[in-house]
């Protein structure tokens, strides 16, 4: 069974920084697009950034842009995501996400969910 296992989540002070990894078994990782999304409290779930199966193409959403990168490692299995410059409306469930479809991806479509990881942005 396909698994995607999310971590680094913590507390962290506005203006600080965090890591998420997301570390992937099966076989879902290889040629597959990559994402982030986060759902806050009493919020629906929201896009936050995919790159396609090479990473030659990105896409953030606008709240997010200039402040996080995505990035993978297919040779590891894992996508990473680095946020710098955190704010309190950051403060969400991180989920990873893969598809076999960029355009699936940004769209909300993932073939394969992780479980969620905590991001608290104190202010």
Same mark, same amino acid.
């Given at each position: 069974?396909?698994?995607?296992?999310?971590?680094?989540?913590?507390?962290?002070?506005?203006?600080?920084?965090?890591?998420?990894?997301?570390?992937?078994?099966?076989?879902?990782?290889?040629?597959?697009?990559?994402?982030?999304?986060?759902?806050?409290?009493?919020?629906?779930?929201?896009?936050?950034?995919?790159?396609?199966?090479?990473?030659?193409?990105?896409?953030?959403?606008?709240?997010?842009?200039?402040?996080?990168?995505?990035?993978?490692?297919?040779?590891?299995?894992?996508? &990473?995501?680095?946020?710098?410059?955190?704010?309190?409306?950051?403060?969400?469930?991180?989920?990873?996400?893969?598809?076999?479809? &960029?355009?699936?991806?940004?769209?909300?479509?993932?073939? &394969?969910?992780?479980?969620?990881?905590?991001?608290?942005?104190?202010?």
């Amino acid at each position: 069974q396909v698994q995607l296992v999310e971590s680094g989540g913590g507390l962290v002070p506005a203006g600080g920084s965090l890591r998420l990894s997301c570390i992937t078994s099966g076989r879902a990782f290889s040629r597959y697009a990559m994402g982030w999304f986060r759902q806050a409290p009493g919020k629906e779930r929201e896009f936050v950034a995919g790159a396609n199966w090479n990473r030659s193409i990105k896409y953030y959403a606008e709240s997010v842009k200039g402040r996080f990168t995505i990035s993978g490692d297919n040779a590891k299995n894992a996508v &990473y995501l680095e946020m710098a410059n955190l704010k309190p409306e950051d403060t969400a469930i991180y989920y990873c996400g893969v598809s076999a479809s &960029y355009y699936d991806l940004i769209k909300g479509e993932c073939d &394969y969910w992780g479980q969620g990881t905590q991001v608290t942005v104190s202010s």
